[in-house]
Structures are given as C-alpha cells and as structure tokens.
C-alpha cells in the first residue's frame, strides 16, 4: 500500500512537471507569433526548466533573437530614463542580429526575417523614447532650445573629435544650408580625409549673435593643442541677420540668460538646465538634416503668403547700427587670430523675392560687395540669385533642404579661389 502511495506521488510530480513544461512551450510559441516587438505584450519568464530545453535549442540563432526580444520587452517596462531606453535599444539590435544569422536553408528563415523588421521597429521606438525621456546634459541655459543643444553638442564633439578645423556660424539658414558631412567627404575625395567640419547654426542667429558664438562660446570650450578655434570660419546667411532696424530677440534672450552670465563670470554658479539633445532634428556634425521639398503650389495653401511690405524681417531695414558693428568686430576678431572667413550669401526662390524683397536683397548684395569684400582675409560669395527656380533645392521659399545644402557644399570645394589651404598648415 505505501509502495503504491509512492509510486502514485511520483507519478503525479511527472504529470505538473511535464505541464509546467507543456505551459511555457505554448507560451513563447504565443509570443513569436503574436510578435513582442510591439511592446504592449504581457511580460514573459523566458527561463525554461532545464527539461524542457535542450542544448541546441538554447544555441539556435532563432532562441537568442527571442531571449533577446523579451529581455528587451522586460526592460521597457520599467524603462525611466534615456539610458534605461538605450540599453532596451542595445537588446533589441542583439535580437536584429541574432534572427539575421538564422540559415537561409533553416526552416525557421522566414519568420526569422519578419521578427527583424518588426524588431527595428521596436529599436527604433526604444530610441524615440530615450529623446522624449531627456537624453539631457546638465548645463546653464542659453534661453534658446536649439542654441543650448548646438552648445552642448560642440562641447562633446570637441572633446571627442577636437576642435573642428571648418565651422559653420549663422541663422536657421546656416543650420539646414551647408551640410558639413558633405564638405568632409568632398575634403576625403581630394585627399584630405581629416578635415573635420562642424556646423555651430543658431535658429534667429543675428551678427550680433554670431560675434557671441565666435568670441564667448568657441574660445571657452576646451582648447586642441593650444587651438581654440577653427582653421577657416564659414558665415552663411541672408540680409536679415544684418538688418539693425528689426528687434533681435534671439540676441536679447541670450545676454539675459543664465548660460551667457556664467561665461562672463566663471564664479557664477547659475541653475543648471537639463538639455534635451534630439536624435532627429540635428545630426552629430550640428547640422540640421530638412527633408522636405518646396512646392509653392502646396505650400501657400497651407502657409499665408506675406508680401515683403509686411514681412517684419525686412521692417525698418538698415544695414548700419548694431549688426553692422558685430559684423566688424566679427571680421576683426577673425583677422587678428588668421582666420579666414569666408561669407555665403545663401540662395532665395523667385516667389520669395517679390518687388519689395528684391530691392532690399540687392542693396544688401551691393553692401557685401563694398563693405566686405575689399577687406584682408574675408572672402565674400554672393549666391542669392543661383537658383531661383530650382524648388527642389528649398524646404520652404529661403531655405534649403538636405539636397541644397549638400550642393552648396559640393559647390564651395569646387570654388579654387577659396582658402582651402589653410586647412593644409
């Protein structure tokens, strides 16, 4: 009676065992077809006892990819913070590539295949999310998002890179309108594979604005070898960065801002700012990577067209007072430290330039001409007029997008009047 008591225990012990096994096998299986990646499923114990699991399997490509899948599932749950999201990202790239070494003669192949792209898509969430957490720097703020991340940004490219031996100062038109990983790969392709190019473009950027950067920002940042500055300085931009008749607010927030205090005096301990870096709006080189292509018969659909009599960029337009004094004290700061500056007058679209905007746009390419051009070591191009029709160049009426941008790189490297020896000493 006892014997058989015992046999009847260890028979039943078998039977949980062997469903235990029976109940996570059909789990996973529910999970690989379901599809974690969209990271909304029901979070899984992915150990298995021993028994259920055998050697092979446990080596197999296909296994790996999906621990790696629901290590990044599990992750995500309690994902906070932008590292937390990286490291759910890093497991979902090891998840890519373990189903990617999946045989092409292996049975499991075509699903391996549809678990990649459904786990790019996760790594990519995963990604969006560690910029929408913060992936924050601790630094002062400069009252203006997007001068605070070029300035975080230059910081941690010197420091990794050193400084760059080109750098691209101006407005929103700089920022998206000269593509500096194209200039350095124009430099590769004429034997000069290191020349490092950074594009420092501020959203509102005035001369004034400009001289800050170029004489409060680049000379505080960590010097390479005893260089605190760039080997050649590229200023592109339009009329309006040197118009002193319009308020210049992006200037105005800056001097006020707790950023440009602590420059002034290292002693002053302002509040630090977390800076939000975005993944999406500005690359590692600064530079701002804008898609879109200009269609004026969509875009003044959904835009208003204003007139130039009432565009607040051209009011009271004078290319005297204070922006003409930033512009000598820009030239003149350059020249004393043999820096060449090179001025890039960028181009505009024919339905941009009405009457009222094309009189003010020549007298300021006439001002460029004879109060710039004549001086020791600047050089001046006047592009404004290069491509009134060619839309597909412009994400809107006066700025361009990637492709324009990367043309007017291109078209810079081409120009042999230009000092690009300087980048050889």
């Known amino acids: 009676m006892k014997n058989a008591l015992q046999q009847t225990l260890r028979n039943k012990r078998r039977q949980v065992l ?157 920022l998206q309108g000269i593509d500096p990983k194209m200039l350095e790969y124009e430099f590769a392709r004429r034997g000069r594979p290191n020349v490092k190019v950074f594009n420092f473009g501020v959203n509102g950027a005035t001369a004034r604005v400009v001289n800050v950067i170029l004489q409060a920002f680049l000379t505080r940042v960590e010097t390479d070898r005893g260089r605190s500055l760039p080997k050649l300085i590229i200023w592109a931009d339009g009329s309006r960065a040197f118009n002193s008749g319009r308020g210049d607010r992006t200037f105005d927030r800056l001097l006020a801002s707790p950023g440009y205090r602590q420059l002034q005096n290292p002693n002053f301990a302002p509040p630090l700012t977390p800076v939000s870096l975005s993944i999406d709006a500005i690359d590692a080189n600064g530079f701002r990577v804008v898609r879109e292509r200009f269609d004026p018969n969509t875009y003044y659909q959904q835009y208003a067209y204003v007139p130039g009599d009432y565009d607040l960029d051209y009011a009271n337009f004078d290319l005297g007072g204070a922006q003409s004094t930033a512009l000598e004290a820009v030239v003149q700061f350059a020249r004393t430290r043999n820096v060449p500056l090179i001025t890039v007058n960028l181009p505009l679209t024919r339905s941009y330039l009405d009457p009222t905007r094309d009189r003010y746009e020549r007298a300021f390419s006439q001002f460029l001409q004879q109060r710039l051009a004549p001086q020791e070591g600047v050089w001046v191009r006047d592009l404004s007029r290069q491509w009134l029709d060619r839309n597909d160049y412009f994400a809107d009426p006066s700025h361009l997008n990637r492709h324009g941008a990367a043309a007017i790189a291109r078209q810079l490297i081409q120009d042999p009047q230009l000092p690009w020896d300087t980048l050889l000493q």
């Open 18 to 174: 062997l469903g235990f096994c029976v109940f996570f096998v059909f789990v996973l299986l529910g999970v690989w077809q379901l599809g974690i990646s969209n990271g909304y499923s029901t979070p899984i114990d992915s150990t298995l006892p021993a028994e259920c699991v055998s050697s092979n399997a446990r080596r197999s490509p296909f296994a790996e990819g999906t621990d790696q899948a629901l290590r990044a599932w599990e992750l995500s749950q309690s994902a906070r913070n932008p590292e937390d999201w990286h490291r759910v990202a890093q497991h979902w790239t090891q998840a890519v590539s373990a189903m990617q070494s999946v045989p092409l003669d292996d049975p499991q192949r075509a699903l391996a295949q549809k678990k990649v792209s459904e786990y790019l898509v996760s790594a990519n969430y995963a990604l969006v999310q560690a910029t929408q957490s913060g992936n924050r720097l601790p630094y002062a703020t400069f009252n203006s998002t997007v001068l605070d991340e070029q300035f975080a940004l230059y910081r941690s490219y010197v420091a990794t890179f050193g400084i760059p031996d080109v750098s691209i100062v101006g407005s929103s038109r700089a």
